[in-house]
C-alpha cells in the first residue's frame, strides 16, 4: 500500500487537489443560485468557501410623504422618454438622505435641484458619493418600490400596482401604524385598516404567488400573497364570512396585480373558523419587506407603514363587474 501511494504519489495529490476544487465551485455554485433565485439584491460578503456570512437589512423606517412619492412619481414617468430618464426610487433615496429621513421637510425646490445635478454630472453615483446612507435607502426603497413602477403589458411606461380596493368602491382609513391592539396578547398593529362595506372586492397590489390562504386567529380569512422577486409579501385579513375569495384562489396560483382576491369583511379575532369578530367591516392591509429567509415568522419581521403608500395607490384602481351571477362573484374588467 505505502509502495502504491509512492509510486502515484503526484497522481494522487493531482486527484484530491482536482476534487477540492470542484466541491469549492460546487458550494459558491449552489449559493449563487440561492442568490439569484429570490433575486434579493444584498451584498454578500465571501469570507471562505466553507462559511458564508451575510449581510443584509435588518430594519426600514418608511417614512416617505405621499408629496414626495407623488413629485418623484411625476419626474420619473414624466421623463421616460425625454434624453434622461429619472429613476424615482434614486430621487428618493437622495432626498431620505438630505432630510435625515424626515420627509416633512420635503421641498419640490430639493427636488429640482437633485434632478439637475444628476443630468449636469451624469449619474446619480456622482451625486451622493458623500451621502454616508445613499446605499441602504436606495436598498431598502428599491425593496418596497421596484414594481411599482415599469413596463405595463399595453408597453406604456407607468404605475403596474394596484390599490386594493376596487375602483368605485369607497372606503376610508387613518394612520394607525404602530398602535396597540387589544385582542390577544400585547401587539402593535403592523399595517393599515381600510375601512369600507362588507363585500368591497378586494384586489391584488401587485402580482405574486399566494402563499398563504385559510384562517388565521387574528386576520380571520386572509390571503397572504409573495411578489415573485420574493422581497414583498402582501397580507389581506378580515375578509368576508362564508365566501372569503375568488373561487379560483389556491396557495401557490400566482394573481396578476389587478385581480380581484376576495371580499371585505370582519371576520378574525376568533380560534374558531368564519367567526365575524371585528366590530368595524374593514380590510387589514400589510406590506413586509424581506431581505432574507431568516425575516419569516418571527420577532426579526419587517413590516412597513402603508398609509402613504395606500394614499399613492389610489392613483391607479382596478375596474371590476359582477362575473359570475349564480355565485356573485365578481372579475377585473379586461
Ligand atoms: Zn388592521
Known sequence: MIKFIKKYKKILFFSLFVILILIVFLINYSLMSIQSSTSINVPYIWSDSISVKKDFLKWIDFNVSIEALNATYKLD??????????????????????????????????????????????????????????????????????????????ETYGMKVFLPIAKNYSFSHYKDFGTSRSYGFSRTHLGNDLMGSIGTPIIAVETGTVFHLGWNQYGGWRIGIRSLDGQRYYYYAHLRKDHPYVPELKEGVTVEAGDVIGYLGMTGYSIKENVNNINVPHLHFGMQVIFDESQIDNSKEIWIDVYNIVEFLKKNRSSVYMSNKETKDYSRVE
Open 77 to 154: 414617468v414624466n421623463s421616460y422618454n425625454s434624453d434622461f430618464h429619472y429613476n424615482w426610487i434614486e430621487l428618493l433615496a437622495l432626498l431620505a438622505c438630505k432630510y435625515g429621513n424626515n420627509f416633512d421637510r420635503f421641498k419640490q425646490k430639493d427636488l429640482d435641484q437633485f434632478a439637475k445635478k444628476i443630468k449636469d454630472s451624469g449619474s446619480v453615483q456622482e451625486v451622493a458619493k458623500d451621502m454616508k446612507y445613499y446605499d441602504y435607502y436606495y436598498e431598502a426603497y428599491s425593496a418596497i418600490l421596484r414594481e411599482f413602477l415599469g413596463l405595463r403589458e399595453d
